[in-house]
């Protein structure tokens, strides 16, 4: 990826790379387009260890990529929902499913 010691990639593109390219955040992202889950339902359905979730979920509010809500009835409890910034990562999500469909 780089020559010389130069990344060919722009700095805009590393920086975005670096903060969507774990695994667990991407299919965190993805498992939150249909809508807010709570942190068990995540755990749940990407049958991640507790730790890394909070840790991922935290660097994900921290770029603006998720919105840590609390229920309104329930004051203790919290749903975790997509910004407009992480819906405008779901295209980039769809095309590296239709990347896997073909090449995978």
Known sequence: ???HGKSL??????S???MI???HVLCII???????MRFNELQRALNVNPTTLTDRLNKLENDGIVLKKKETLD????????????QGILPIIAEIG??????L
């Not at 239709?98 to 090449?103: H, I, N, R, T």
Request: aromatic share 8%; glycine share 12%.
């Open 9 to 14: 990639l722009s700095e805009d593109l590393n």
């Open 75 to 86: 004051r203790m409890s919290v749903v975790y929902e997509l910004t407009a910034k992480g």
């Open 30 to 36: 993805g498992n939150l387009r249909e809508g807010g």
């Open 16 to 18: 975005a790379i670096k």
């Open 1 to 3: 990826m780089s020559t």
């Open 98 to 103: 239709k990347f896997a469909e073909k090449f």
């Open 21 to 23: 390219g774990d695994d």
